[in-house]
């Protein structure tokens, strides 16, 4: 429940003051305010769970947080001033697993994520090469066949060849799978003979001719062809990015699944000083065959977890582990409902080696973020954690489960005892919950993502709410929304009983994400001291009519006091 704040102001230097005048303030030496909201009602998040009407900004950070008379003190004859007019206002959003740089590409891709059909993907292929002169890559946007397409399947090389045959085209999904024409395999040297590599494989037809579908580290050989884009590109598409992240609320987010290139881009980015998202990378260097040379790329230069700033930091390792539950990878103690050869899933590393990855990340103090989705994959995760645990203390470290969809109670609270984090994503089950349900059944897809049972067996401060974009859409309020009713868009309820409330979702995108960079003292509430990261929301998010809240538009978004997003 939220309290009131109204007669008191709270100070960044930890003095309360109520009625005091100018000339008073002054001789407090309190200075004026580059910038204050007033006449809002502003959900702190802070501990008491606080309701205010105003604050104050000095800075780039919040300098006080009070009612209207309280605040008006902090008005100077430079104070920027801006009347909410009784609009509401939360804490910056924190997105704790995005992958935001596609939401930068759309210039540069194909988009695949109309496609309601074969015949639709392939349309879109063909106009898109028509662009292109003959030799040039075309890339898609990520999309979801299994769940996207009427023909529940993935497009073959001899169909895309059919719309595009000049050109090599390599076809993204959201993860896990991908296509590829003949030109582009032809570029990657994969041909009928090429074996398939561990923890992945090349489809192929009864002839053994590649159908060009890619499962799993099998992606990597193809994807290692695609030319990279230009710097110039690369740093206009992560600030696009930004943009489109503001323009949601998201003024911090991790980025799932980063490449060293990618890091030296946003380093550039934000050296410019032109960031306007706070980003907490997860490093993902491929792991090599030999252990020693992945403990060369974890000794680097020194540098580990928690290295950066409040712009750009080191916030682990990412290490892939399973699959998912609508491509049938994910790694599940039960068999497959429809298997005939006793299928679990996949993994993509042995548990052993596994264990081995994890231990050499613990001993040059990186964290480590594993991602997970199927309960067995969690049970070895788990062991890999422990096992590391035994040479080199995790407890305080806030390791990591990402996605842990079919996570289990009793694996929570391993997890628990370890200090483990886990970081899910709810809009996972928006448009692919009905996919859950016919690969995995009713009740599983019910138990996917029980956020409920998660918080009451971990506590809100152990978890974070991402989106996993673009997987899934990138609107937290879509997510708070599914949070909140576990509705499909046909607003069929699945895991009825895993519904939470709306203070505890926003926490999962606020004061509980903070603590994944373990920045719960530097942002995610509204307190004096904290980083000026906030958001105008168009609608009360605590009061309106409960199908509204994906509705929820941003108004304005700032980071570090400054404005980074205007909707009017």
């Not at 007033?38 to 006080?64: C, F, H, N, P, Q």
């Not at 491929?286 to 930091?313: H, Q, T």
């Not at 399973?322 to 006793?342: F, N, W």
């Not at 996993?468 to 009713?485: E, K, S």
Request: net charge neutral.
């Amino acid at each position: 429940m939220f309290g009131k704040l109204k007669a008191l102001v709270v100070l960044g230097v930890g003095m309360c003051v109520a009625g005091i005048t100018h000339a008073a303030a002054e001789q407090m030496g309190v200075s004026p305010a580059e910038l204050v909201l007033i006449k809002g009602k502003i959900l702190t998040m802070d501990l008491g769970s606080t309701v205010a009407e105003a604050l104050a900004v000095r800075d780039g950070k919040i300098l006080a947080v009070g009612s209207n008379a309280a605040i008006k003190l902090f008005e100077g004859p430079q104070t920027q001033v801006i009347d909410l007019a009784g609009k509401t206002v939360v804490p910056g959003m924190i997105d704790t697993h995005a992958h935001f740089k596609a939401a930068g590409l759309a210039e540069y891709v194909v988009n695949m994520s109309r496609a309601k059909s074969v015949a639709d993907a392939l349309d879109a292929l063909k106009s898109f090469a028509a662009t292109k002169k003959p030799g040039e890559w075309i890339i898609g946007s990520a999309w979801h066949p299994p769940s996207q397409l009427a023909e529940k399947r993935y497009l073959t090389r001899q169909e895309i060849d059919s719309v595009a045959p000049n050109n090599p085209v390599y076809l993204r999904t959201v993860g896990h799978f991908s296509m590829a024409n003949t030109l582009a395999l032809q570029k990657a040297g994969v041909d009928k003979g090429t074996p398939n590599p561990s923890g992945g494989s090349f489809e192929r037809d009864t002839s053994g001719e590649s159908t060009g579908v890619l499962v799993e580290t099998a992606i990597d050989r193809v994807e290692k062809a695609v030319p990279p884009w230009s710097e110039d590109d690369e740093i206009r598409q992560f600030r696009l990015a930004e943009g489109t992240l503001n323009s949601f609320g998201i003024t911090s987010v991790v980025e799932g699944a980063t490449e060293a290139r990618d890091v030296r881009t946003l380093q550039k980015l934000a050296l410019s000083g032109d960031a306007s998202v706070r980003v907490g990378v997860m490093y993902r260097p491929e792991p090599p065959a030999e252990m020693s040379a992945w403990e060369a790329i974890m000794s680097g230069n020194g540098a580990s977890s928690g290295f950066g700033d409040d712009w750009l930091k080191f916030a682990g390792i990412k290490i892939f582990y399973d699959g998912g539950m609508t491509l049938k990878t994910a790694l599940t103690r039960e068999v497959y409902p429809d298997s005939h050869d006793d299928y679990h899933g996949i993994a993509q590393q042995t548990p052993e080696r596994l264990k081995q990855l994890v231990s050499i990340c613990n001993r040059y103090n990186w964290r480590v973020g594993v991602h997970v989705v199927g309960d067995l994959g969690i049970d070895q995760v788990l062991d890999a954690f422990e096992a590391a645990d035994k040479e080199k203390s995790i407890r305080d470290r806030r390791f990591i489960l990402i996605h842990a969809s079919l996570i289990r109670p009793e694996q929570m609270e391993r997890a628990q005892k370890l200090g483990v984090r886990i970081d899910f994503q709810n809009v996972f089950m928006w448009d692919k919950a009905a996919t859950v349900e016919r690969f995995l059944g009713k009740a599983t897809a019910d138990r996917a993502v029980p956020t409920k049972t998660l918080i009451e067996k971990m506590s809100l401060n152990n978890l974070g709410a991402g989106t996993d974009f673009p997987v899934n859409p990138i609107n937290p309020f879509l997510n708070m929304y599914i949070m909140v009713t576990r509705k499909d868009p046909n607003g069929k309820v699945y895991g009825a009983s895993e519904a939470i409330s709306r203070e505890q979702a926003l926490r999962l995108y606020t004061s509980a994400a903070s603590r994944y960079m373990f920045e719960e003292q530097r942002k995610g509430s509204l307190e004096p001291g904290k980083l000026a990261d906030l958001v105008v929301l168009s609608a009360d998010f605590m009061t309106l009519p409960e199908d509204e809240i994906k509705d929820i538009k941003v108004e304005k978004t700032l980071v570090g006091g400054k404005v980074v997003f205007n909707r009017f």
